[in-house]
């Protein structure tokens, strides 16, 4: 199974902006589709943003749409999401893993999770 090391969270005003990353292991990464998710306190893991494995193609959730980009670097089996005008509502541990991407959306592949990163968004 694929290691996943997702960086870049931090404390942020709102209306301010953050990049996260997150690193695969393996030679695989170009072959995989990504996503995104977050987990809020006493809430359920939630769909972020979700890219195809040619970068072609990216999926988003409507909380996010118009704020947050993701992209990847396939030479750098990484995946970012660049994340804009940040609201206290997306305080959250967000974590990245391999997705399934189908007519309901994206689903995630491993069962597993990282650590994750923490986003917390002072209003």
């Known amino acids: 199974q694929v290691q996943l090391v997702e960086t870049g969270g931090g404390l942020v005003q709102a209306g301010g902006s953050l990049r996260l990353s997150c690193t695969a292991s393996?030679?695989?990464?170009?072959?995989?589709?990504m996503g995104w998710f977050r987990q809020a306190p006493g809430k359920e893991r939630e769909f972020v943003a979700a890219m195809n494995r040619s970068g072609g193609t990216t999926y988003y959730a409507d909380s996010v749409k118009g704020r947050f980009t993701i992209s990847r670097d396939n030479a750098k089996n990484t995946v970012y999401l660049q994340m804009n005008s940040l609201k206290p509502e997306d305080t959250a541990v967000y974590y990245c893993?391999?997705?399934?991407?189908?007519?309901?959306?994206?689903?995630?592949?491993?069962?597993?999770w990282g650590q994750g990163t923490q986003v917390t968004v002072s209003s």
């Open positions: 893993n391999v997705v399934v991407l189908g007519v309901a959306g994206a689903k995630p592949l491993f069962g597993s």
């Open positions: 393996g030679r695989a990464f170009s072959t995989y589709n």
